[in-house]
C-alpha cells in the first residue's frame, strides 16, 4: 500500500484495504480537526485550492484540513480572477499551480478534468468534483460516517434515495459499497433511476440490490442516504414538485424505521428532509459535514508521505 | 488472390473482409485520401466472397503499418490485411483491436475536458473486444456510436 505521490481522481482508484487505511487514518485524525489537539504534521507544505466552480463544504474542509494540520493554502474560489479568464488552458493553470505548491486540490465544472490535471502536474492531484464525473473525497467520507455511526460498513442495509441516475457520486458510493459487501435498496422516481450498468456492476460484486420507485417499507435500513432531487432535470415545474413531495423525509417516515436507523445527506439539501428531522438522533448529516475535516486530513497527510 | 473479384495488383497493400459499406469509412480512417496521392486505390463494395459479402480496399505501391491498420478494427473488427509482393501474398494477418484509442475516436459527452482547447489527444480504454466496447479515459463515458465518433 502506497500512498505516497499518489492522485486521488476516483474511489475506483482504490482497493477495499487502501479505503480501510484512509478511514483508520481519519480516525486519528479526529482530536486534531476538532481543534482539541494542535499538530504541525504538515508544517512548511503548501495546498493549492484550485475551485473553477462554487463550493462550501469541499472547499472550507479542506482549507481547514490542510490548516488543522499546520500547512499553508494558497488559490482561489472563484476562476473571474486568474488568467483563465484570458483564455489560459487548464493544463498550462496546472503547470503553473504545481510550481507554487506541494499538492493540488481542484474542482472543474468539465469531467475528466482532475484526470487531465493529473496527467500535467507531479505533485498528487486531488479531485473535489470533476462537474458529473467523480467527488472521492465525498464518498470516502460517506463510508467514514457509515463506519463511525454504525461501527461497520459491513453488515448494514443502504438505502439510496433520490436522483439516482444523474448523481455520478452515488454511483461511486454505490461501488463503494458493493466493494464491502453492503445489500443496497435504490428508490429513486422513474425518470431518476440508478443506470441499469450500475445496478448489474453491484450484483455482479455480490451485493443484494433492490429498486423502488417508492419509499414502502424502510424497516430493514440502517442508513438512508438521502439526496437532492434537482430541479432542472424536469421541464415541468409541476411534475418537479408533485415528484420532490413524495421523497421529503419527515417524521411519519421515522415512525415506521429502525429505531437507530441513520440519515445521511451530501447537502446542499433542498425541500427533501424535513427540519423538524434534524433535531431527531437519526440525523447525522450534519456529522457528516464535519467529517470531511478528518477525511481529508487523513488523505493530505498521506499522499504528501507524512503518514505511510 | 484467386477469390477477388477485381485485378490483382502487383505491390501494396488488400484490406480484404471489410464489414459492407464501410470501404470509404476505411480510407478515412486510414486518411488514405490526402497521404497517398500518388498510390492508385482501387474500391469494391458489397463484393460477394467465400464468407459472405463484404467490401475490399486496394492500396497500390504502399504497405500499410500494421499499427495504422489497427484503427479500422473500430469499424471493421473481421477485415485482413494482406502485404502482396511481386502478385504474391507475403504477409497475411487479421486486424486487433489495440488495447488504447488514442486520437481517433471523439468523446460524445460535449463536457468532457478532451473536448476542450486543452493540448491532450481523445484517448479511449478498451472495455471488451467482442462486442467492442470502449471508454473515455478522461470522463469515463462508454463510446455508443463508435463509427460516428470517429475523427
Known sequence: ?308 | MKELKVQPIKNGTVIDHITPGNALKVLKILGITEKYADSVISIAMNVVGKRGVKDIVKVENREIDPKEVNKIALIAPNATINIIRNYEVVEKYKVSIPDEIVGIVKCANPNCISNGKEPIETKFIVKSRNPLRIKCYYCEREAEDIASQII
Open chain 1, 1 to 308: 500500500m502506497k500512498f505516497e505521490g499518489r492522485d486521488v481522481i476516483s474511489i475506483r482508484d482504490f482497493s477495499k484495504e487502501e479505503i480501510l487505511h484512509i478511514l483508520d487514518v481519519a480516525e486519528e485524525m479526529i482530536p486534531i480537526a476538532k481543534g482539541e489537539k494542535k499538530s504541525s504534521l504538515l508544517n512548511g507544505y503548501i495546498m493549492a485550492s484550485l475551485f473553477f466552480e462554487p463550493s462550501t463544504r469541499t472547499r472550507l474542509s479542506f482549507e481547514a484540513a490542510m490548516k488543522r494540520l499546520g500547512g499553508g493554502v494558497i488559490g482561489f474560489a472563484q476562476p473571474g480572477t486568474t488568467s483563465m479568464q484570458k483564455g489560459e488552458t487548464l493544463a498550462d493553470t496546472i503547470r503553473t499551480a504545481e510550481s507554487y505548491c506541494d499538492v493540488i486540490v481542484m474542482r472543474h465544472p468539465q469531467e475528466g478534468s482532475a484526470r487531465m490535471a493529473a496527467q500535467f502536474a507531479s505533485v498528487p492531484v486531488i479531485n473535489g468534483g470533476d462537474g458529473a464525473g467523480h467527488h472521492p473525497t465525498q464518498c470516502l467520507l460517506d463510508l467514514f460516517t457509515i463506519r463511525r455511526e454504525k461501527g461497520n460498513i459491513e453488515g448494514n442495509t443502504v438505502a439510496l434515495l433520490g436522483d439516482l441516475k444523474y448523481g455520478r457520486t452515488v454511483h461511486s458510493l454505490a461501488y463503494a459499497l458493493a466493494l464491502f459487501g453492503v445489500d443496497m435498496i435504490f428508490i429513486s422516481p422513474k425518470e431518476l433511476q440508478m443506470p441499469k450498468e450500475v445496478v448489474e456492476e453491484c450484483r455482479e460484486m455480490g451485493a443484494n440490490i433492490e429498486v423502488k420507485n417508492r419509499i414502502e417499507d424502510l424497516g430493514n435500513v440502517d442508513v438512508l442516504y438521502v439526496t437532492r432531487i434537482q430541479r432542472e432535470r424536469f421541464p415541468d415545474p409541476g411534475e418537479y414538485k408533485k415528484v420532490a413531495g413524495s421523497y421529503r423525509i419527515d417524521m411519519d417516515i421515522l415512525k415506521k424505521a429502525k429505531e437507530d436507523m441513520i440519515i445521511m445527506h451530501p447537502l446542499p439539501r433542498v425541500d427533501e428532509i424535513s427540519p423538524e428531522v434534524d433535531e431527531t438522533k437519526n440525523a447525522v448529516y450534519f456529522k457528516q459535514t464535519f467529517n470531511g475535516v478528518p477525511v481529508r486530513m487523513a488523505l493530505l497527510a498521506l499522499v504528501l508521505g507524512v503518514v505511510k
